[in-house]
């Protein structure tokens, strides 16, 4: 039996469970990455669409396309920490395993760094991107003005949407963090070492593929969060910078629906 400790308490691992990891070949990684974005590319691209066709609200139909790719990200990654690797369902095995040690304020403090230098860079970035295809991006009104185009909607005073948003974001962080950074990320490094970052960044932000116009905006945001990941060993950084940034959108919704109110 494997005694792994932890900042609070010992989790002893079970006699015969797969207690180190393994690594993930180079094809691996593009298999662990590639079926998601397929399945996000099906969702927003072909689901959506059928799902509105049939009846279903605008909002209520993204939300679905959204969750439900996230729902088999978590699932997928919990099933690969309890069955395949045989760890047990406890908070000492999932902090050890999940790189999420006993929280501190200076990882909350250099998590809102990251959050900060994440939205320099995706602005930057994004519009060197509509600069290079010769457009020009809408200043904020028109991010807001966006939120009703993706909808398809009227958004105004309608509260509801944000409650939606409400149950959309913590999944969306959550099915992300735990699939990339907890599951994939480790093995990654045992394969590429330093350069893990780099092939997982680039990888992550490929994912994105289902909005194909926000990639170039995304890019130096998945490599800052997959460089952090990778340097720290401390999640909670990613975790809390990608929940911020997530949360952006849930800001331009609130603004949408309080518009003129």
């Known amino acids: 039996m494997t005694t792994i400790t932890t900042s609070n308490q010992a989790y002893s691992a079970p006699a015969g469970s797969q207690e180190t990891i393994q690594p993930l070949p180079f094809w691996g990684s593009l298999i662990a990455f590639g079926l998601p974005a397929l399945l996000m590319i099906f969702s927003y691209h072909v689901f959506m669409p059928r799902l509105q066709a049939a009846g279903l609200a605008p909002a209520e139909s993204f939300v679905v396309a959204h969750v439900a790719p996230m729902a088999i990200m978590l699932a997928a ?22 790189r999420y040690p006993r929280i501190t304020l200076k990882a909350v403090l250099l998590g809102l760094v990251t959050f900060m230098a994440l939205n320099i860079a995706y602005g930057l970035f994004s519009q060197l991107g509509a600069t290079l295809a010769g457009q020009s991006l809408a200043p904020g009104i028109g991010v807001i003005t966006s939120v009703a185009d993706v909808l398809g ?109």
């Open 153 to 261: 909607i009227s958004v105004q005073g309608r509260w509801e949407i944000v409650f939606l948003f409400l149950l959309v974001l913590p999944l969306n962080v959550v099915g992300e963090e735990l699939w990339w950074r907890g599951i994939i990320l480790p093995r990654q490094e045992l394969t590429h070492g330093r350069w893990t970052w780099i092939v997982h960044g680039t990888l992550w932000t490929a994912f994105h593929a289902f909005k194909w116009w926000d990639l170039a905006g995304l890019l130096p945001v998945c490599l800052l969060i997959a460089y952090i990941s990778r340097r720290t060993k401390n999640y909670w950084l990613a975790l809390i910078a990608h929940a911020l940034f997530n949360g952006l959108a849930l800001y331009l919704v609130l603004a949408a629906v309080m518009a003129q109110c």
């Open 77 to 98: 990654a919990l099933a690969v920490f309890h069955r395949l690797e045989g760890r047990p369902l406890t908070w000492a095995a999932f902090s050890q395993r999940y």
